[in-house]
């Protein structure tokens, strides 16, 4: 069930303005930490480091979508596969 939320759950790095399709492949591309993100995309934390000592923001899809609009969501650089 873990991998699931892991690879399924869109979510957005604020910094980047990018879209990610899955919890793991962001964390894969910018080095931070899954389980980090998740935090912050649940409000327990501000921000998480990466492994270049970053700081990144990071908010699920759905929630970016609900407070800033389909819009602004469809203006973000969406990432499959590749990181800049």
């Known amino acids: 069930m873990r991998n699931l939320l892991f690879n399924n759950t869109p979510v ?7 879209v990610y399709e899955g919890i ?12 980090s993100i998740i935090h912050v995309c649940k409000g327990r934390r501000k921000a998480c480091y ?5 700081r990144l923001k990071w908010m699920y899809a759905k929630d970016f979508i609900e407070q800033y609009g389909i819009e602004a ?4 650089h969406s990432t499959s596969s590749d990181f800049y």
């Open 12 to 18: 957005v790095c604020l910094d980047y303005r990018k």
């Open 73 to 76: 969501f469809q203006e973000l």
């Open 50 to 54: 990466n492994s270049h000592n970053r």
């Open 24 to 35: 793991a492949l962001a964390s894969e591309l910018t080095g931070c930490n899954k389980k």
